[in-house]
């Protein structure tokens, strides 16, 4: 009995739930979340050097940065970000544009109070004011302004410098093991429907050439014979006209 109800609610589940979203649920299942990130108290943060508005969390062992109104923390290759520091994480496809002017030793230089040879008197904003005034910084580019960051005597890199560091950056992190191992865990189905694409575009347009070719063809030949029939229908009643005048 408990069998014969089982099976019936599962086909029933079967015949209301469809396909694509059972496929869809799937997918989500298979893309874990990180784990949750204890506080005893809203984290304090810093801002980075040589950056516009990223602030990361540097009392704790992984990387919690916020940036753009939004948390963000890298997890098994892959990213997460949430509108709370310790919670509501959702999956992130991208990398996001503001890691890679993130320094890499950036926690060996907090723990020196030393960045590149010069005093660090970093800054700690409390999670309060972060959020009472993040877009007014990020918008009116406060900190790259000030051009400092709490460094003592120190000169802001060039605009060049800065680009060719974050494509390094972004070299060095593609080349990282668990984010390799993240690109070969990625569905064949992408590939699948990139190769299908193609073919359905060229095939599409075959059959319109030639209808338009048969109504171009038609169009001379109905032309060409509407004035045969108006021509002879004329003349027998000029030529009787004709005769009687002469008459």
Do not use: C
């Amino acid at each position: 009995m408990k069998r014969l109800l089982f099976g019936t609610a599962l086909l029933a589940l079967l015949i209301v739930v469809p396909v694509p979203i059972m496929a869809q649920v799937s997918i989500n299942v298979n893309i874990g979340l990180p784990p949750p990130i204890i506080f005893q108290a809203p984290p304090d943060v810093i801002v980075m050097p040589d950056t516009n508005s990223v602030y990361v969390v540097p009392e704790i062992d992984v990387d919690l940065f916020f940036w753009n109104g939004w948390w963000w923390r890298p997890w098994e290759g892959r990213w997460y970000r949430s509108r709370y520091y310790n919670r509501g994480w959702g999956y992130y496809k991208n990398i996001p544009s503001f890691y890679f002017d993130v320094d890499p030793g950036w926690r060996g230089y907090y723990r020196d109070r030393n960045w590149y040879g010069h005093q660090w008197d970093y800054e700690r904003i409390p999670n309060q004011r972060l959020q009472q005034n993040w877009k007014g910084w990020h918008n009116d580019r406060h900190w790259e302004r000030q051009a400092t960051w709490g460094v003592q005597g120190y000169q802001p890199r060039p605009q060049q410098q800065r680009q060719e560091l974050r494509q390094q950056r972004q070299q060095q992190y593609q080349q990282r093991p668990e984010v390799q191992q993240q690109k070969q865990k990625q569905p064949q189905k992408k590939v699948q429907q990139q190769q299908r694409q193609p073919q359905e575009r060229v095939d599409q347009p075959r059959q319109q050439p030639q209808e338009k070719v048969q109504q171009q063809q038609r169009q001379p030949q109905e032309r060409v014979q509407q004035p045969q029939h108006s021509q002879p229908q004329g003349k027998p009643e000029r030529e009787q006209e004709e005769k009687q005048d002469r008459k």
